[in-house]
C-alpha cells in the first residue's frame, strides 16, 4: 500500500485548506483511515480517524472545524480543515489500518501499518 498526500501549504488564520491521500491497492474499502500531524518541536499527534465503516472520531481540539471522509471510488481520504489557527501548523500525515474492522476507529499509531509522506500545513496569524 503506497499513501501520497496533498494539498498542504500556506494559509492565513480563519483560513481553510483540504488534504488529500491517495492510496493504491484494491482493498482500499476495508482500510481504516487516520490523519496524523506533528507540530515543530512536538510529537506526532491523532487528529481524525474514518472507518471503513464510515464511523468517524476527531481529538478534540478539531471538533466542529475538521471533517474527515473518504471517497472508496477514488481511493481517497480527504481532511477539510476550516477556521484554522497557528496551533495548527504542523506536517500532516494519513496512515492506513489494513484490518479490515468495519467500524473500528484506531486511535494509536502503532495500529498504522502504512504512512504517507507528509505535506506541511502553515496557518500565519
Known amino acids: 500500500v503506497q499513501l501520497q498526500a496533498s494539498g498542504g501549504g500556506l494559509v492565513q488564520a480563519g483560513g481553510s485548506l483540504r488534504l488529500s491521500c491517495a492510496a493504491s491497492?484494491?482493498?482500499?474499502?476495508?482500510?481504516?483511515m487516520g490523519w496524523f500531524r506533528q507540530p515543530p518541536g512536538k510529537e506526532r499527534e491523532l487528529v481524525a480517524v474514518?472507518?471503513?465503516?464510515?464511523?468517524?472520531y476527531y481529538t478534540d481540539s478539531v471538533k466542529g472545524r475538521f471533517t474527515i471522509s473518504r471517497d472508496n471510488a477514488k481511493n481517497t481520504v480527504y481532511l477539510q480543515m476550516n477556521s484554522l489557527n497557528s496551533e495548527d501548523t504542523a506536517v500532516y500525515y494519513c496512515?492506513?489500518?489494513?484490518?479490515?474492522?468495519?467500524?473500528?476507529?484506531?486511535?494509536?499509531?502503532?495500529?498504522?501499518?502504512?504512512w504517507g509522506q507528509g505535506t506541511q500545513v502553515t496557518v500565519s496569524s
Open positions: 491497492g484494491r482493498t482500499f474499502t476495508t482500510y481504516n
Open positions: 496512515a492506513a489500518d489494513p484490518s479490515s474492522r468495519w467500524y473500528y476507529t484506531p486511535r494509536y499509531q502503532s495500529e498504522y501499518d502504512y
Open positions: 474514518i472507518s471503513s465503516g464510515g464511523t468517524t
